[in-house]
T-cell receptor, first 114, second 116 residues
Framework: SQTIHQWPATLVQPVGSPLSLECTVE??????LYWYRQAAGRGLQLLFY??????ISSEVPQNLSASRPQDRQFILSSKKLLLSDSGFYLC?????????????FGPGTRLLVL | AQTVTQSQPEMSVQEAETVTLSCTYD???????LFWYKQPPSRQMILVIR??????QNATENRFSVNFQKAAKSFSLKISDSQLGDTAMYFC?????????????FGGGTRLMVKP
């Protein structure tokens, strides 16, 4: 079964600083990978997804970007953080092919921009 | 585009009782998957149960079961013998079949409190 790691677990950053959140996956190959953001008490908003190395699709226009430098590594970045970037960021993974489409989630990163 | 609606923002249940969380969805697809995820205070999203739309039999996982009504586009979650550890946000989610990115559409969530 898949295991999804995210770090850091918590991050406090000043406005205008850069951001890099990392997600790595174990136990599967060539997964689909996803970045979600969740505001306090709210549902999940899909930010980016990737079906392969170097392939990134963005769901919403925003201050953030994503990259997939390796098969099981997914990075969320920003050059200059905004206050509105605060939230809980979740990485998810799903297998490709074979009928197992379920998304499994990592533990998340709490980001507070001050 | 698909939409998922959870009409109960908050619910509470006494320990050991049964509770049902509602979910409706809107789609023109015939083949799809439905999921319930649980998000406890730790905020980790945990898969509770999954249903394939082509299966008529309702999915069951221990104390968790669903009532899937395809014609009505309804997908409710029943939790039997509620436990304090069931206290969490519960999200219903929809996935279109053979969608290249396996993308999920989530409902807004229901906060469930299990009272001792």
């Amino acid at each position: 079964s898949q295991t999804i790691h995210q770090w850091p677990a918590t991050l406090v950053q000043p406005v205008g600083s850069p951001l890099s959140l990392e997600c790595t996956v174990e136990g599967t190959s060539n997964p689909n990978l996803y970045w979600y953001r969740q505001a306090a008490g709210r549902g999940l908003q899909l930010l980016f997804y990737s079906v392969g190395i170097g392939q990134i699709s963005s769901e919403v226009p925003q201050n953030l970007s994503a990259s997939r430098p390796q098969d099981r590594q997914f990075i969320l970045s920003s050059k200059k953080l905004l206050l509105s970037d605060s939230g809980f960021y979740l990485c998810a993974s799903s297998e490709t092919g074979g009928g197992e489409e379920t998304q499994y989630f990592g533990p998340g990163t709490r980001l507070l921009v001050l | 585009a698909q939409t998922v609606t959870q009409s109960q923002p908050e619910m509470s249940v006494q320990e050991a009782e049964t509770v049902t969380l509602s979910c409706t969805y809107d789609t023109s697809e015939n083949n799809y998957y439905l999921f319930w995820y649980k998000q406890p205070p730790s905020r980790q999203m945990i898969l509770v149960i999954r249903q394939e739309a082509y299966k008529q039999q309702n999915a069951t996982e221990n104390r968790f079961s669903v009532n899937f009504q395809k014609a009505a586009k309804s997908f409710s979650l029943k939790i039997s013998d509620s436990q304090l550890g069931d206290t969490a946000m519960y999200f219903c989610a929809f996935m279109k079949f053979n969608n290249a990115g396996n993308m999920l559409t989530f409902g807004g969530g229901t906060r469930l409190m299990v009272k001792p």
